[in-house]
């Protein structure tokens, strides 16, 4: 992922202002380390820090028109470049770049555009004939984006809050999903599916149409002239991305520029369970494995970096970014610039351990809309900043928006979890992929139970942050918690500590905004916990505060439900085997 930056308006064109402009895009560095451009306007500044994914020649930015007088910076990936092009045929492209798209689009159609690309996106659009700006963020926030107001009236742009945080008297996160101009002084919501309305949708599950949304949505994030991989957990969304990527990659280009052979990563603790599964499903995809060791004290070493890059207090995106840091880390060691990612899974089918509370489908559906809404503060945010922390791009072909639009089209009926039926979490998804005649995975991975990044790394993590949290935080400083930190006041001492570390990087009101709060249990909603009068008390984001769920639960009183996997696949029914399918009868 690159950095942008845009200092727009600020009444200020002097040498000292770019100088200060320059200081703070290198703070965004990290994200691009490939070339640094600064493009100024009169009292308007777009600054780009890049790394080069696509046509890493000539694909440096700020990019143009064919006079220059529309520049932009953008941070992205878009997918449907070359079909854009052949619409724009009266335009000449200065590089090869699949952002170069952008300004010619809006010489065409206007701030009307935006819903015509299919990509990950955060721009600042500059147009210097009348001095007039766009800004636009992707539909669901996979790229990170904050916008900020200063004293002179000056529009502020930045990847992530640190380019701006010191310089604007008011900042907020960017809304995903949004257009923001300098006309209206407004924002313009651009991404408007059917299933943003929360009605309940009624199409019935057809697990060849999802099975194939989702192997188009892969596959066209395999786009790219650099080394890539696949982060690989073991877990069936990490390993059905893996598994379709080895399906397709041959015959690509990435395949004919670095071969066809699949690099995967996995991050754990010695002897966890991520680790055991990521390498059977690794040597049965025949790829190339890394697997990277890491110690509690190794994560906890990296927790204020983690809280700088990050930049949030939230406890479970802080448990599970350090991991994916640490990997991201040494994944970019070995000349790998872009990586293929599973997040997003468990927001759109109801994948996480506390669905199984869900009392009907009308529930369900409106909780995973809910959570979609959210991605871009938790896992979204988490994704994109642990890897360009190193100058590592992420892509997640789960919250591709047209697999999203199928997958939440289906009548949710069909996500409820029902064990009696054998239907665990995120059940239609793995029936999609269960094909006898070519199987994606290993039946028992394709049915392995939910494991939230930051437990699957090894439970001893959690456990460690926990206790080096009560070490530095003590229950007096939490008797004042409520005076010392008023809004989102942590209530537990490890909530504590990361809002210590948070405060000092990040001391403005605006900053501690950006974060969300309310009561959760296993990454719920506030809203879902709910569902169970149990969890009011045990409210933790970990998977394993699931009780009666998970098969590690925290309290060992739980109902023991070991056996619920082998049941499940017992009761896998019979098929009838069809030519690349499996139909259930």
């Not at 066209?220 to 990659?249: E, H, N, W």
Request: net charge negative.
């Amino acid at each position: 992922m690159c950095g942008i930056l845009a200092v727009l308006g600020c009444s200020d064109d002097s040498q000292a202002k770019r100088v200060r402009v320059l200081e703070l895009s290198r703070r965004l560095k990290h994200r691009g380390p490939d070339w640094s451009g600064l493009y100024q306007h009169r009292d308007s500044y777009l600054a780009h820090q890049r790394l080069a994914i696509v046509d890493p020649a000539s694909g440096d930015q700020p990019l143009f028109n064919e006079d220059k007088s529309v520049a932009v910076t953008v941070n992205g990936e878009i997918y449907n470049h070359e079909e854009l092009r052949k619409k724009l045929v009266n335009h000449k492209f200065r590089t090869g770049s699949d952002c170069d798209v952008i300004a010619h689009l809006y010489e065409e159609y206007g701030e009307d555009f935006v819903d015509m690309l299919d990509g990950i996106f955060s721009f600042v659009l500059l147009d210097t004939r009348d001095n007039s700006f766009i800004v636009a963020r992707d539909a669901i926030g996979v790229t990170s984006l904050y916008i900020g107001w200063g004293l002179d009236g000056s529009v502020w742009i930045s990847s992530e809050m640190k380019g701006l945080n010191d310089d604007c008297e008011h900042f907020e996160t960017f809304p995903p999903g949004h257009l923001y101009t300098s006309k209206s002084r407004g924002f313009r919501r651009w991404y408007n599916p059917p299933w943003f309305s929360e009605s309940i949708p009624s199409v019935p599950y057809d697990p060849l149409v999802l099975r194939r949304a989702f192997e188009n949505a892969v596959i066209k994030r395999l786009m790219t002239d650099v080394p890539f991989g696949v982060l690989l957990s073991g877990g069936l969304d990490s390993s059905l991305v893996a598994s379709i990527t080895a399906r397709y990659l041959a015959g690509t280009k990435a395949a004919k520029q670095w071969g066809s052979q699949l690099h995967s990563f996995c991050v754990g603790l010695e002897g966890s369970p991520d680790l055991k599964a990521a390498k059977e499903v690794a040597d049965y995809l025949g790829t190339v494995h890394h697997e990277f060791h890491f110690t509690v004290q190794d994560g906890i070493d990296a927790i204020e970096d983690v809280i700088y890059h990050i930049e949030t207090y939230d406890v479970t995106t802080i448990r599970a970014s350090t991991p994916m840091f640490l990997m991201s880390r040494k994944i970019k060691s070995l000349g790998v610039k872009m990586v293929i990612s599973g997040e997003g899974s468990d927001e759109i089918f109801g994948g996480y351990l506390y669905f199984h509370k869900a009392p009907n489908k009308e529930e369900l559906h409106r909780e995973t809309c809910h959570k979609i809404k959210a991605l871009h503060q938790y896992d979204c945010l988490r994704a994109n900043k642990a890897t360009s922390a190193w100058g590592l791009e992420a892509r997640v072909p789960f919250l591709d928006i047209e697999f999203i639009n199928v997958a939440m089209s289906i009548d949710p009926e069909s996500k409820m979890i029902k064990k009696d039926q054998g239907r665990i979490e995120k059940w239609i998804l793995r029936k999609a992929f269960d094909d006898e005649e070519r199987p994606y995975l290993p039946k028992h991975i394709l049915y392995r139970q939910k494991e939230q990044f930051s437990d699957g790394v090894g439970y001893s993590w959690i456990d460690g942050l926990k206790a080096h949290a009560a070490k530095n935080v003590t229950d007096k400083m939490m008797l004042n918690a409520s005076y010392i930190f008023p809004h989102n006041t942590p209530t537990t001492k490890e909530a504590y500590y990361y809002r210590m570390i948070f405060e000092r990087f990040f001391p403005q009101n605006s900053a501690r905004l950006t974060v969300p709060g309310g009561a959760s249990v296993a990454c719920s909603t506030a809203k879902a916990v709910e569902w169970d009068v149990v969890w009011k008390n045990n409210l933790d984001p970990s998977g394993r505060a699931a009780l009666g769920v998970h098969f590690s639960a925290y309290d060992a009183e739980a109902p023991l439900i070991s056996n619920v996997l082998s049941k499940v696949i017992d009761s896998i029914p019979r098929m009838v085997e069809v030519p690349g399918v499996a139909i259930h009868t």
